[in-house]
């Protein structure tokens, strides 16, 4: 059901890689609420994705940005600038990489050239797309950033490795750039922290059936998944989240705030 949430709203999508991600069930989602959209990934994600498919159906040009090339984040801007003849309303980042997690190499001995490289992907990248946006006042007064993370920013999953690190930055981010943002032009930038959910970023985590299986039992709602995220970034770029800034949000189904369940002590405890 669509309530005309973005109604002449325009907006920027970083990271629908296929029709798993987040990021392209956001892109729906916003299209299907009134806004016009410019989607954006790596261009080597371009090449082996299948975003052609999501730009036709939500009738959205297709820009490509690596996100560690200031030059690209740059340009994305300036084009997308020229397509709407004007600003943007609202930003995902939904955007997450780690090459020790694909290559499977345990925290403790981490490649840290790797680190450094996920870092920039994953958390860099938020600083930079704001600093770019701001420098060309490219996000309209009001406008919503929103960027997913996980709570391994906050508490330790072993096997999210060097991703946490990059979650708590990004989040970190997110609080400092919104002060800036903020006072500057009332733009608001705000991290969702989100269930473990299927896709191509989440099936690179080691043990992420078990994970979901255990999350899922965790929750009193239950896992989010990336219907419901798109539903909650929607209302993020919406009006109706004026005042909200500077947060990270958790849309886990009440995760976060549980100590643990009848579910799982059952499944722990011996016969
Ligand atoms: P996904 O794999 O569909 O999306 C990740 C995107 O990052 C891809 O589109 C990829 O092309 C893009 N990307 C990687 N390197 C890039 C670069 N250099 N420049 C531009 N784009 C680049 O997976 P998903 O799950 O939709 O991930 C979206 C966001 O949600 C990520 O930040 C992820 O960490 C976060 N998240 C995912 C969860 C999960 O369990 N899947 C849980 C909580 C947060």
């Known amino acids: 059901m669509a309530y005309n949430l973005l109604k002449g709203k325009k907006g920027i999508i970083f990271g629908a890689l296929d029709e798993k991600s987040i990021a392209w069930k956001t892109a729906q989602r916003c299209k299907a609420e009134g806004a016009e959209l410019v989607l954006t990934n790596a261009p080597i ?87 770019a ?46 002060y800036y943002y903020g006072v500057q032009k009332k733009v608001r930038v705000n991290t969702i922290s989100q269930s473990p959910t299927l896709t191509t970023a989440g099936s690179g985590v080691k043990g992420i059936d078990g994970f979901i299986n255990f999350a899922e039992k965790m929750s009193p709602l239950g896992n989010a998944n990336a219907d419901n995220c798109a539903d909650y970034c929607v209302t993020m770029f919406s009006d109706l989240t004026k005042m909200v800034t500077m947060q990270n949000l958790f849309h886990d189904g009440g995760f976060s705030y549980t100590g643990v369940t009848p579910e799982v002590i059952e499944s722990m405890s011996k016969e």
């Open 45 to 131: 994600a371009l090449r082996m994705g299948t975003i052609n498919k999501l730009a036709e159906e939500v009738n959205a040009p297709v820009i490509p940005a690596d996100v560690t090339s200031e030059a690209d984040v740059t340009n994305l801007f300036e084009k997308t600038m020229e397509h709407f003849n004007g600003g943007v309303d609202f930003v995902l980042h939904s955007i997450g990489m780690s090459i020790n997690v694909r290559k499977n190499i345990p925290y403790t001995e981490n490649n840290l050239e790797f680190t450094h490289k996920g870092l920039d992907i994953s958390a860099v990248s938020l600083h930079r797309v704001l600093q």
């Open 133 to 178: 946006a701001m420098k060309l006042d490219a996000i309209n007064e009001w406008g919503s950033v929103v960027a997913l993370t996980y709570i391994a920013a906050q508490r330790v999953f072993p096997n999210y490795n060097d991703m946490a690190d990059g979650k708590a930055m990004l989040e970190s981010i997110a609080r400092n750039f919104g």
